[in-house]
């Protein structure tokens, strides 16, 4: 059997990729693999990524990613399916090839969003129907109306957020679902004008490629803008599977130089608790490369 490798990072998007290409860059033995659906292909284009000020959409940041990784031969697999303990290091079981087998892993696994369940919306983000990060784009949506669907503390947040950087007219749908918060936050909400209809939506108006009224039992709401913040499932199953801590949301918890609870794990970008950035995936990845290069043996003919 080949040596171990000395990092395989699993998950392909902006956070795996910038890993990839520190690793290789710092001489070390790496494989990415990737199941090939990252977030960031869902990007119509960010005008948050430094250097790019007309913009820049989140399929072409994947294609500059990967031709830059691909300078250093990296090599690029499919999806991982197991992830086990093999003495210090790891053992990780492709969809399809031999097992491989790694003295360190990074997990840049990312997250799905939590899609809202709103009446005849199929791929309501491919179409961009509808938002879902107000950081990224809350600035093209100032001074819109602006409605946001969620039912718990990150609604509220989300709605707060926009009220209080951008917009005077939002309004916060539960979809039917009771909001649950605490006296504090709803007077909070109500402090910046924040509307909150807790009724169920029963059909929608699509026009110009975009959701431009809702109607309620009785009711119709007409705005320019839907975000929705229901929050992401993480994609932790192969660091759950190895006892790895998690918070209450459900994203890895890592120390100061992305390592997991488990010795040798470490991870970066969304699928960690945090800002779910590209540039925040990008400085993680940054991190946890520099630290595993920093753990790994020396190369032989090297002092330590
Ligand atoms: C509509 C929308 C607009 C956004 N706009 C912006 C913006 O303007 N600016 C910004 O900074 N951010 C934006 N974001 C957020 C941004 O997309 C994410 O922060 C970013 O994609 C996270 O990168 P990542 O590498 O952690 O995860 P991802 O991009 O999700 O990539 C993870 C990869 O890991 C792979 N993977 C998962 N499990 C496995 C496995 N077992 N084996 C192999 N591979 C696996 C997945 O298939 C995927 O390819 C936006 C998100 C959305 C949905």
């Known amino acids: 059997m080949q040596d171990p490798l000395d990092a395989l990072v699993v998950g392909g ?33 960010s005008h948050n990524i430094p250097f790019f000020a007309d913009g820049i959409p989140g399929p072409e940041i994947l294609a500059r990613q990967r031709e830059h990784l691909s300078r250093y031969r990296v090599p690029v697999i499919g999806r991982i399916v197991a992830l086990a303990r093999q003495g210090r290091g790891f053992v990780a079981t492709p969809e399809a090839g031999p097992p491989i087998r790694a003295r360190h892993v990074l997990l840049a696994t990312g997250a799905v969003d939590v899609e809202p369940d709103l009446p005849d919306l199929p791929d309501a983000v491919r179409r961009g129907l509808v938002r879902y990060c107000p950081v990224c784009d809350g600035f093209e949506s100032r001074d819109r109306r602006i409605a ?7 609604g509220a947040a989300e709605a707060l957020f926009l009220a209080r950087s951008y917009a005077e007219d939002v309004t916060l749908l539960t979809l039917g679902r009771p909001m649950e918060m605490d006296d504090a936050m709803r007077a909070r909400l109500a402090r910046h004008r924040v509307r909150v209809v807790e009724r169920p939506v029963v059909g929608l108006d699509e026009r110009d490629g975009r959701i431009s009224a809702l109607r309620l039992d009785g009711e119709e709401l007409r705005f320019d803008i839907l975000y929705s913040a229901l929050g992401l499932r993480y994609r932790t199953q192969l660091a759950e599977a190895l006892g790895a801590d998690r918070d209450a949301k459900g994203a890895l918890r890592v ?36 630290r595993i290069h920093n753990a790994c043996a020396p190369r032989t003919g090297e002092e330590g």
């Open 255 to 290: 120390d100061e130089g992305m390592q997991t609870s488990v010795p040798c794990l470490y991870a970066a970008g969304d699928v960690v608790a945090g800002l779910d950035q590209i540039v925040v995936g990008m400085g993680h990845a940054a991190i946890a490369a520099t």
């Open 13 to 45: 998007g902006p956070a795996g990729l910038t890993a990839a290409l520190y690793l290789a860059r710092f001489r070390r033995r790496v494989m990415v693999a990737d199941a090939g659906q990252p977030r960031a292909a869902w990007i119509p284009a």
């Open 148 to 154: 946001v669907i969620g039912h718990g503390a990150q």
